[in-house]
């Protein structure tokens, strides 16, 4: 292997800075730091107001449904446990919400009125069992016994709308028979 020091005219002679460098180099570091310091200051003043404006912002685009929500964090759904009940209940709920909005009484709410009844205290039940089921983490039964209860919400609602459908036809017919 050759020796480079050789080619290069390399000496052990300690190296010195030539006069002022050190003071140079402190003046040059000063101002850096100052206009980096400024910069800093600035972010932090404009991070700071952007998080001021979202959270005011979010503070006043929140609804009382929205505080309701939060409070019911305690709560538990099908979807905790899986993606595939997490359909089910979507499913189901949507399917019971989409029932009750298309509810046309007519003449007959008093027959509306305790089903609609029925069906709140089913409701109830199933608020009963997300609170045991908080208790109980993973019950198989419970999460079964959750799924009928919509089951049985849908199938009420959906019995409803069929019996309403009946009693206008049959008022209907009664109607058309003392016409002619």
């Known amino acids: 292997m050759k020796d480079l020091c050789k080619d290069f005219n390399y000496e ?24 980096v310091s400024r910069s800093e200051t600035l972010q932090r003043s404009a991070a700071l107001l952007i998080v001021g404006l979202v959270s005011s912002i979010l503070w006043f685009q929140t609804t009382p449904d929205q505080i309701q929500q939060n409070e019911d964090l305690n709560s538990i759904s099908l979807g905790n446990f899986s993606l595939e009940f997490q359909k ?75 019996k309403l459908t009946e009693l206008k036809t049959l008022n209907h017919d009664s109607e058309r028979i003392y016409q002619l």
């Not at 140079?24 to 730091?33: A, H, I, N, P, Q």
């Open 88 to 162: 089910i209940e979507s499913f189901y709920q949507a399917s019971i919400n989409y029932e009750l909005a298309t509810l046309e009484a007519g003449n007959y709410e008093d027959l509306v009125n305790s089903y609609v009844l029925e069906v709140e205290k089913i409701d109830d039940e199933y608020k009963r069992l997300q609170d045991e089921l908080i208790q109980q983490v993973f019950n198989e039964t419970l999460i079964e016994a959750m799924i009928e209860n919509l089951q049985l919400r849908l199938e009420l609602l959906q019995n409803l709308k069929l």
């Open 12 to 35: 052990d002679e300690p190296l010195y800075m030539s006069k002022g460098h050190q003071h140079l180099f402190k003046t040059k570091l000063r101002k850096v730091s100052k206009t």
